[in-house]
């Protein structure tokens, strides 16, 4: 599977945005997905993940009722709805897709998108 994140950008603290996810391929549902981010000078780290028919989802607890995962099967697309954005939400935010199922861990994910960048403005 092969993934493109798109839908970064700048906004303001407080404000929201939506990041995206392509897949290509037909097995879509198959997979896990999972969003994690990266900030400057910080480590990958893991925000959310889906369950491949969209009913499970698990969050970490720094984003935990403040983003929201969701994905179209139909669209081969995994989204992350982001609300209520703070000024340590930013970093590239990376799709991956986890055959396995959906993980907390990056070393379970084998297919990464390229990342979508989103600044937050105080």
């Known amino acids: 599977v092969q993934l493109q994140a798109f839908g970064g950008g700048l906004v303001q603290a407080g404000d929201s945005l939506r990041l995206s996810c392509a897949a290509s391929g037909r097995t879509f549902s198959s997979y896990g997905m999972g969003w994690f981010r990266q900030a400057p000078g910080k480590e990958r780290e893991f925000v959310g993940t889906i369950s491949g028919n969209g009913g499970t989802t698990f969050y970490a607890d720094s984003v935990k009722g403040r983003f929201t995962i969701s994905r179209d099967n139909a669209k081969n697309t995994v989204y992350l709805q982001m609300n209520s954005v703070k000024p340590e939400d930013a970093a590239v935010y990376y799709c991956?897709?986890?055959?396995?199922?959906?993980?907390?861990?990056?070393?379970?994910?084998?297919?990464w998108g390229q990342g979508t960048e989103v600044t937050v403005s105080s």
């Open positions: 991956a897709a986890a055959g396995g199922g959906f993980s907390l861990k990056a070393r379970n994910y084998a297919a």
